[in-house]
């Protein structure tokens, strides 16, 4: 028997064809055959290695004897001097030294990665620049780059070495992770045991991406032969952090990223930091609370802190095996370095302003997840049983405080103003435009809600919380956010003897059909004081490609159509009923139709605008190409519906004479929902019939409100969460089939009384019932409490006569 691996070769024949112009069938066998019995030597070499280092305490770099491991690599290496067939039929490999674009940058995975599995250095393969420098920035230690010198960019992290022609790389230190999306791609079949080698002694996990020509399975298979498992959970663990982040478009990982696990370097003392949790007992977790039989019965808690018996006398977690403090400042530093490094780069100016645009809408992304691994911490239950106390309190229907039953009661005389407090950002500040315009603005501007950001006050009692979940976390995790925090005031309020239970209002104002319900949170204040309200209340709205139009879906009101609900027991999904809160006037938007009414045209808001001079006959704010949208900077995900109608609109035009208008007017995506452009103002006051329509999968955004208020006659597909006080035919026009859209505005565009009646109408029903103020009032009350008669104003609080002299 042989004991030593590097002897196997000398014990092997193996004849090589050369290979003529002919590239003859026998040479491309012959190359294979040899690949084969290379892999199994190298297997070979790594079990030996494998067995020694389990019974040796010798030192794991001291240990490696790299020629040994690494025969099989330099022969196959060798042949790299001279294409194999594989080569030539793949043709030329990508170079490694292209920096992956900051919307291609998966933020979410990297922040877990670091929160949650406790990772503290990094090296990245394939490609330079973007993972290496976000890492470096968050203060993991140490971060190298391993790839060719990059022309775009260089910095002190890079080490060039080209791993597809020079053969493996051999690190002076072990890794907690390695990063290497990019490296399967430019490193041949045929040539493994390079990369093989070079994760072998480098990190503990390892994070690749799949190519789509390979058979995951059977390289995942390949891999463990050799000494690297497949870790399902991690790798479902991971995807699942990248499929939340599939709407910033990174659904490319989700499906092709994989986890692989090094034992030889993870077993090793400088990484056992790893996959940290606290091991100290925090409680029982009762079975109705469980999302799944497997699920631990108890809770675990950090040793030596809290009011727990015995903590004082239990050892601290010590600060190496801690997760590294995450914090919005290294965010930003990461993006204004990334900033930097693309204006240096000999780029076309488009193409750099794309990449400019893109981490503009990233410094908003990132910076809701400053928090890190636990921004809501699960809080130290004060005795044992606490958490029993509170569940029996939230059954007790004579703790239901006062503010709640006047709300029930619709007992409004003589209300003082209710302390709202908003949920998340009064911890975070306003980040997404629903925070900005729905929220802080529409909680400003009542009268009847007065907003509060110290969730310690417990001075008035009769508070209520409204929670937004459109904050860029999963449902789930969100839930599980509001949770803790309702947990930490409970104990908070418990401790200053304040009532435990309060009314908590979820108001799902974020893109999408998808709902949710956080029973943990029902649990904890009851059931009864737990609202839920939606932009959308539409269930199986979807695009149909053979017919080449949307399907409406159908209205959720009954118990049986919450059937959908995730995570959610049968037997509860229809306890529980979503209000319909569609998107209103946003306040910033009216003071811009002021400012242009005002100066360009002398007139002012209560004026009929609808009799302006109109020269456009139909707008349809939808770029007509179908492409991608980042040029047209809108964003394309659910919009076939939306393109469809803009070819229409297109080819009706040209057959009937009429005049239209079928662009991008301001800005799209974020910029537009954050900011008001004069171009787009314009363009809704020269239009005489406003074409909008919603996305393939759900109702309701912003221009149809905004539509409204400009003064034209709006025309939208059929919803059924149709505003209130809107009516087809009326103060609005509603199509169901390309026909109608076709013969609708035909007509109206002929009886010119008719359509600026419906737009007269429209607008005054927008004006009167749909502003930031009053949403916020449906939300917690349950009726708009604020009425005005003088609708057309930018504030709640402005006079009627503020426009008076222009009216």
Not at 226 to 245: K, N
Not at 520 to 536: F, H, N, P, T, W
Not at 646 to 668: A, D, N, P, R
Request: glycine share 6%; hydrophobic share 35%; with cysteine.
């Amino acid at each position: 028997m042989i004991n030593d691996p590097r002897h196997i070769n000398d014990e092997i024949e193996i004849k090589m064809v050369k290979k003529d112009n002919g590239r003859k069938r026998n040479a491309k066998k012959t190359v294979r055959l040899y690949f084969i019995l290379e892999l199994s030597l190298f297997a070979y070499a790594l079990i030996q290695l494998r067995t020694v280092f389990v019974h040796s305490d010798i030192a794991f770099n001291d240990m490696v004897d790299y020629e040994a491991i690494s025969v099989a690599t330099r022969r196959l290496s060798s042949l790299s001097s001279e294409p194999t067939l594989d080569q030539e039929v793949q043709g030329a490999q990508p170079p490694m030294n292209s920096l992956l674009p900051v919307e291609s940058s998966p933020l979410r995975a990297w922040k877990h990665m670091m929160q949650d599995w406790n990772v503290h250095s990094v090296v990245e393969m394939g490609a330079c620049g973007t993972a290496t420098t976000w890492f470096a920035k968050h203060n993991a230690t140490p971060v190298q780059c391993v790839a060719p010198m990059n022309q775009e960019w260089s910095g002190e992290w890079q080490i060039p070495h080209d791993i597809a022609n020079q053969g493996p790389w051999k690190p002076v230190r072990t890794f907690d992770a390695v990063w290497a999306m990019d490296l399967l791609e430019q490193i041949p079949l045929n040539q493994a045991t390079i990369y093989q080698s070079t994760f072998q002694s480098t990190a503990a996990i390892i994070i690749v991406k799949i190519p789509q020509s390979y058979v995951e399975q059977v390289w995942v298979d390949s891999m463990a032969q050799v000494g690297f498992p497949y870790s399902d959970a991690l790798t479902s663990q991971l995807r699942q952090w990248a499929q939340e982040e599939e709407e910033e478009g990174h659904d490319w990982l989700a499906s092709s990223l994989v986890v692989l696990l090094n034992p030889m370097v993870a077993s090793l003392a400088e990484h056992s930091h790893l996959f940290m949790e606290h091991g100290c007992y925090g409680g029982r977790i009762l079975a109705k609370d469980r999302k799944a039989s497997t699920d631990p019965a108890f809770r675990r808690r950090e040793c030596g802190v809290g009011k727990y018996p015995g903590a004082q006398h239990e050892s601290s977690l010590p600060e190496e095996f801690r997760p590294i403090p995450l914090t919005a400042e290294m965010d930003h530093e990461w993006l204004n370095f990334m900033e930097t490094q693309i204006g240096g780069l000999s780029l076309p100016h488009e193409q750099i302003h794309q990449r400019h645009a893109r981490i503009q809408q990233h410094a908003t992304y990132v910076s809701r997840l400053q928090f890190g691994k636990d921004p809501y911490p699960v809080p130290v239950e004060p005795f044992h049983g606490f958490w029993d106390i509170i569940w029996s309190r939230a059954r007790n229907k004579s703790l239901v405080p006062d503010i709640m039953i006047r709300i029930q009661n619709h007992n409004f005389s003589d209300l003082p103003p209710v302390s709202t407090l908003l949920f998340p950002s009064y911890k975070a500040g306003v980040q997404t435009a629903e925070h900005k315009h729905l929220g802080k603005n529409g909680v400003e501007e009542s009268t009847f809600l007065n907003a509060i950001t110290d969730d310690k006050d417990f001075s008035d009692e009769n508070l209520v919380w409204v929670a937004d979940p459109g904050w860029g976390w999963s449902w789930n995790t969100w839930c599980q956010n509001l949770a803790n925090a309702v947990r930490t005031t409970i104990v908070l309020r418990y401790e200053a003897k304040v009532n435990t239970r309060w009314p908590i209002f979820i108001v799902d104002f974020s893109d999408g059909a998808g709902r949710q319900r956080c029973l943990d949170v029902e649990s904890l204040v009851g059931i009864d004081l737990v609202s839920y309200s939606a932009r959308s209340i539409t269930r199986n709205r979807g695009w149909l490609p053979l017919e080449e139009w949307v399907q409406f879906g159908y209205k959720v009101t009954k118990p049986e159509d919450y059937s959908y609900l995730k995570n959610v027991p049968r037997s509860v999904q229809g306890e529980k009923h979503y209000h319909h809160t569609p998107l209103p006037v946003r306040t910033d938007t009216v003071s811009e139709f002021r400012s242009v009414l005002n100066s360009n045209h002398k007139i002012g808001l209560p004026h009929p605008i609808e009799k302006l001079r109109r020269p456009t006959d139909v707008s349809h704010i939808w770029p007509l190409s179908n492409s991608t949208g980042l040029e047209h900077g809108v964003q394309q995900k659910y919009g076939r519906f939306r393109n469809r109608v803009s070819q229409l609109i297109h080819e009706y035009g040209q057959e009937l004479g009429w005049t239209t208008s079928i662009e991008v007017k301001g800005k799209g995506i974020k910029a537009g929902r954050h900011g008001v452009h004069v171009d787009y103002i314009e363009a809704l006051l020269e239009t005489k019939i406003l074409v909008v329509t919603q996305r393939d999968a759900w109702e309701d955004h912003y221009r149809l409100m905004e539509a409204l208020v400009s003064g034209a006659c709006v025309f939208s597909d059929f919803m059924f969460g149709l505003p209130a006080g809107l009516q087809n035919g009326t103060s609005i026009v509603l199509f169901k089939t390309k026909d109608e859209l076709k013969s609708l505005i035909s007509y109206y565009l002929g009886h010119d009384a008719e359509r600026l009646d419906i737009a007269r109408r429209g607008r005054e029903v927008a004006f009167s019932k749909h502003r930031s103020w009053q949403r916020m009032e449906e939300v917690v009350f349950g009726k708009i409490l604020t009425e005005s008669k003088c609708p057309y104003i930018v504030h709640s609080k402005d006079s009627c006569t503020v426009d008076k002299a222009l009216h």
